[in-house]
Every structure is written in structure tokens, then in C-alpha cells.
């Protein structure tokens, strides 16, 4: 039953191809005639006379148009344009005017034939050879639009596949990226974990507690490519205050972001660079670590007091600020600016909006 409702269907859509193929070439022998006859349109008589040469420009039209459809199916799959354009063009100008020469002196002599201009035993070779020159003229006028058209096709699919490699290519570079994330987070927590068990076993079960929480924001956004700023703003925050429980006062932080609707980040970027500035720099109570979030226009701003440690005790996975960077390239046009000065490191993260 199915095969049978596919055969249909095939068969009326080659039904449809036949008659779109004849109702164009009846307008081009029907433009044909005006051109070379526009005063055979003004009388009945006239145009009754035009009958027989419309019979034969449509009849040209008919064979240089589908000989050009199969020259051009012909050649597709052998040569292409974009990388063999020369070649290409060389093929199918020969082809098509060999196939058209062929096809023009055919239909030239059966008209002629058809018509009694002549008969078998008296051929006018010349003068045949002579009148096929104007369906050629023809054939050059259909050549040009079938090699045009051959042309833009190939170059529009190989455009389209082009960009279509393109967005997997990134769409695989930008997954590559967001997997690092979810080790990097539990590498860091663990080593942090690992560093306040033998400090203080009250602290180290609410650290524990606290970390699976956010551990659950961590696996849900690791799949998406941005995430609202309200939701990076609360992780950030249950973050901070995980931290906390670490430091307590040898570390403060402030989130200041009034407005945050409609703007978007890549997911974690803010844990990343929470992490670094943790990591990197020295929070003591004779120097305390303060962070800063805060909205200017279209960015945010997370900065921190730039006191670096002299020795890293906790190893680095390299992980950080080259991931948010390759996330930004992959997503926008804008890109993370970093400053640092005497007393501050500061990193600007572009707000990204989403095109509904």
C-alpha cells in the first residue's frame, strides 16, 4: 500500500514537471514569434499564417531546452564549478552546442521536409545548414541561462554545506568547552573540600551540604550555550557564600546588578572566574579577598583585590579565563576584556542578547 501511494505521488509530480516544462516553452516560442514577426499579431489572417512557425519555434525551444537540462544533469555529478570552473565551462559549451547543432539541422530538415520545401531525392544541404544558424542563435541565448543557473546552484549548496560544516564544526568546539566545565567545578570543590576537612569538621558538613546545591545548578546549565544573568547571578551568590564557609571573614564579596532581564552569559563563566580569584590570591585576615560584581551598560564587571599568592598550593587545570574566552568567539562578536592594575584585576563579560 505504501509503495503503491509513493508511486502516485511520483508520478504526479513527474505529471506537474511536464506541464510547467511545456507551458515555458510555449511562452518562449510565443515570445519567439513576437521578435521575429511582431505585424503577424495584428490581423486574424496573419496570425493564423504564424501557425506553422509557432509549431516550430516551439519545437526548438522543446529540444534546446531539455537538451540543456540533460547537459547540465549530465555534467553535475562529473565536473564540478567550484573546483573545476574552467573545465566545466569548456564541457558544457561543447556539449551543448554540438548536442544543439545536432538537434537544430534535425528539426530544421523535418519542418522543411514536413512542409514541402523539398524532397528526398533533392536536398538543399546549404540551404538547411543556412536556416539551422538561427536556432543556434537560439541554443546560445539557452546555453548562458543554463550555465548561469548550473553555476549559481552549485555555488548556493556549496555555500549552504560550507556554513553547514561551519556551525557543526563550532557547535562541537563549543561542547568540547561547556565539558570542561563540570570537572573543573568538582576538581576545585573536592581540593577545597579536601583542604577543610582537617580544619574544621562542622564547616566541612555545611560546605558538603552547600556544594550539592550548587552542584545541581552545574549539571543542569552544563548543555546550554547562554543562560539568563539572574539565574549566573544566584549561582554566583550561593557560590560565594559556599566560600564563605571556607574563609568566613577572609573573604567578602558584593553583587550589585539592578538590572538583569533579557541579558544572557555562557553557563558558569561567573564560577570560573570566582574560582581564579579564589585560587590565585591570598585571603587572610591581614588581607582580606574582596570580589566585586557589578553591571556598567552592557557588561558585567567581576572584579577582585589583586594580592596574588606567592606559591600555588592548589594545582591549576588550566581551565579559566581561555575557555570563556572561546566560548565568547564561538557565541559573539564581542569578546571578555581583562585589566589589571597594581591593587585590582578586573574582567568585563559582554552582556549577549537573544534574538527572539
Partial sequence: MTQTTTDCKDQKGLWRDFRKFLLINLAIALILQVIFCPACFLSWDDLIGLFPEFIFSFCVSMALSYGGSRVEEFWDPRLSWIHHPVKRLIATIVTYLAYSCVASFVIVFLYAWIDGQFTLDQIPWKAILDFTLIPMQIALVFMAIFTSRSWLLEWRKSAIEAEQLRSEKLASQYQSLKDQLNPHFLFNSLNALSNLVYEDADRSAAFIQKLSKIYRYVLDVQQEELVELDLELEFARNFLDLQKIRFEENLNFRVDVPNCKGCFLPPLSLQLLLENAIKHNIASQENPLF????????????????????????????????????????????????YQSEHEFLVKLPLLKVNA
Fill in 291 to 338: 570580589i566585586s560584581i557589578i553591571q556598567k551598560g552592557d557588561e558585567l564587571w567581576v572584579s577582585n583585590t589583586f594580592q596574588p599568592k606567592t606559591s600555588q598550593n592548589e594545582p591549576s587545570t588550566g581551565v579559566g579565563l581561555e575557555n570563556i574566552r572561546s566560548r565568547y568567539r564561538i557565541l559573539s562578536d564581542r569578546t571578555p576584556e581583562i
